[in-house]
């Protein structure tokens, strides 16, 4: 066997081994597999690891009956081909998947009485698109619904929207009056009503007058690297400059990206063990039926490998690019590769540094910046999140979250305002939401025993020698446990959280650190006696600190999905452990109030939120520093 790397995502041959050896251990099972991915090597296990040695190859597969919600869950060796364990779930519901979402569509459209109130507002079944979401749990006067989910029902609710033409967006015109349940194990209609007759909108997303001006003179921008890219790829293995990493996908997280390190000089630093996007609640702030149902939780009850989009070259990314393709399962057990998943370039960013001397014969010192740029997009129903991550030469690492797609409309009586939306056409609004992205972040600051500091600058209150009024502190303190470590951020102290390793220093003696610098965020608009706040206690708060535990990584509990997992962060915080000096853990959750406005319509321009993480004394100078050109550039 060709040595593989430990943190290589599965082949496509890995996850068919994975799957024959569940069905051989089981050979009359009528299992549906869900998700087979890298059970990746226990942390110390990797760090310790002499590159030379192969670390057995474990998979680890989730898998239900087809008839029941039994889940199961095995680690497989597939370097031993033996199931090493398996865990059984009676009570909890994985994600949707695509096959069984299309049979819930496909009972709904023959189901008579749906059948008899499209036809009655003058249309036919195949005239519909069905958009499916869970149903979520714990609604005042849905009891009864969370009983039959208790009992193993796996219920979801269709948005539905008129389409009558091919060529019409799927989003643009929403049916509102016809509120129904269904179970996708037993395909049983379990609540029906058709009770309002509230016209259909007239589409507004065709015959939109496009803006000509905007094409005058456009010439064409080339993105050209006559000599190839910077970065060299080997696998899933990312060299590009000083910079070192491993790139993973699976089917929830989708894009992670693991031992991220930094060279100088031919010594290799590590930075972060493993980041990712862990989960995303998107609570939609209309409180009508069934609109109050929309809460997704996109990671947990979806997924946002599953639904990764696969990528055009010169739209999505430009210039010389490497493509990595994303393997999943589908439900009989054999591969479902998502072609391009996830690209890798390097683009021009500006203005890296510039000085320019006062004194002539110096001249100006200035230099290019480029970056490395590791992104992939997920189609999640309506909307598109394209989740990017940046590597920049002096050391920085950047997330971002872009936003675009089609939003999510409802229909009303047009002779009706609505005070928890946009107006867009006659009976048709966008209600307010939220999306908020949870990431977590295991860090590694030149090892595993890392420390976190809150770090607030405020003006000095010290009278004494400060008679100009103009002194600035900055107020330093250690987060000291879990608990402790459930914070806000706050921009009128420029609040930041630095991330030392105390066992290390740089030259003026200070431990060496990078700085987590949230960019901008809102708090959740959720009441906390809100059901959706039950099922995610982490949205209370932006950052969360906890000592590392491997089977900690889902803030809101693995499985979220119509119940409220209680083994989630709130929970886990409660030990109170230490996280000074410790293997930690930061989790950020990045919050978009999205108001929205006509220009949003009918295709969404792109919004995005991001934060970084800065090296503050990580390096003794600036690391990007090249040797002095000596001469002033011509002009």
């Known amino acids: 066997n060709m040595q593989v790397h430990p943190l290589e995502p599965l082949s496509a041959e890995e996850v068919s081994t994975t799957t024959r050896i569940i069905l051989e251990n089981f050979p009359n099972s009528n299992f549906r597999f869900l998700e087979v991915s890298l059970k990746e090597p226990p942390k110390d296990i990797y760090l310790n690891w002499n590159k030379t040695d192969q670390i057995e190859r474990l998979s680890h597969v989730t898998y239900r ?13 597939l370097s031993n081909e033996t199931i090493l364990s398996t865990v059984h779930h009676s009570d909890a519901h994985h994600s949707f998947y695509g096959d069984e979402m299309e049979r819930g569509m496909e009972t709904i459209r023959k189901y008579p009485p749906f059948i008899e109130a499209i036809e009655r507002r003058g249309y036919s079944v195949d005239q519909i698109y069905f958009d499916l979401w869970s149903t979520g749990y714990g609604y005042k006067g849905d009891e009864d619904l969370d009983e039959e989910s208790d009992k193993g029902k796996r219920c979801v609710f269709p948005l539905m929207f008129l389409w009558e033409n091919k060529d019409d967006r799927t989003y643009a015109r929403p049916i509102s009056g016809i509120d129904l349940i269904i179970d996708l194990i037993s395909l049983e209609i379990i609540e029906f009503e058709d009770h309002d007759d509230i016209p259909i909108p007239e ?3 065709n015959n939109i007058p496009f803006n000509q001006d905007l094409k005058k003179n456009r010439k064409e921008i080339s993105i050209t690297q006559p000599d190839g890219p910077s970065f060299i790829v080997d696998g899933h293995h990312v060299h590009w400059l000083a910079w070192d990493l491993h790139i993973g996908f699976n089917r929830r997280e989708g894009l992670t990206l693991h031992d991220i390190g930094f060279s100088e000089n031919g010594y290799r630093r590590n930075i972060i063990y493993r980041a990712s996007l862990v989960e995303m609640v998107v609570p939609y702030g209309d409180p009508t039926k069934p609109h109050y149902r929309k809460n997704a939780f996109d990671a947990g009850e979806d997924g946002i490998g599953v639904n990764a989009s696969p990528l055009f070259l010169g739209c999505d990314c430009v210039g010389e690019i490497h493509y990595f393709d994303g393997n999943l399962v589908d439900e009989d057990g054999n591969p479902d590769v998502v072609k391009n998943a996830i690209c890798l370039h390097e683009e021009d960013y500006g203005t890296l540094y510039r000085n320019r001397s006062l004194i002539a014969e110096l001249g100006t010192e200035v230099r290019r910046a480029r970056r490395l740029v590791i992104s992939l997009y997920s189609t ?5 999140y394209g989740f990017f991550w940046y590597l920049y030469e002096d050391g920085r690492i950047e997330h971002e979250t872009k936003m675009t797609g089609i939003i999510n409309v409802i229909s009303i009586d047009p002779e009706l305002e609505n005070p928890h939306g946009q107006r867009l056409g006659e009976g048709l609004w966008a209600p307010i939401h939220q999306h908020i992205f ?4 295991d860090m590694c600051i030149d090892g595993t025993d890392n420390v976190v500091e809150e770090l607030n600058v405020r003006k000095s209150t010290n009278a004494r020698g400060n008679p100009q009024r103009n002194a600035m502190v900055v107020d330093r303190e250690i987060l000291v446990s879990e608990k402790y470590a459930k914070r806000d951020t706050d921009s009128t102290t420029a609040r930041t959280w630095l991330i030392s390793n ?13 700085r987590f610098l949230p960019g901008k965020n809102s708090t959740s608009l959720l009441r906390e006696s809100s059901p959706v706040f039950a099922r995610a206690p982490h949205i209370k708060y932006h950052f969360w600190v ?10 809101a509990g693995t499985y979220p999905n119509q119940r409220i997992d209680t083994d989630n962060i709130s929970k886990w915080v409660e030990e109170d452990r230490s996280i000074v000096n410790e293997d930690i853990v930061v989790w950020y959750n990045m919050m978009s109030t999205h108001v929205v406005r006509l220009e949003d319509w009918p295709i969404m321009p792109v919004a995005s939120a991001s934060f970084e993480l800065v090296p503050h004394g990580f390096f003794d100078y600036n690391p990007a520093l090249e040797e002095r050109k000596g001469k002033k550039p011509k002009l």
């Open 502 to 514: 105390p066992n290390k220093t740089n030259r003026v003696n200070e431990p060496v650190a990078y």
């Open 65 to 77: 009956n087809a008839d029941k919600i039994l889940l199961h869950e095995s680690i497989v060796s």
């Open 380 to 384: 999640v129903a309506n909307y598109d």
């Open 546 to 555: 906890t000592q590392y535990d491997e089977n900690q990584m889902h803030i």
């Open 203 to 205: 589409n507004t997303t």
């Open 438 to 441: 949870s990431f977590r972040l």
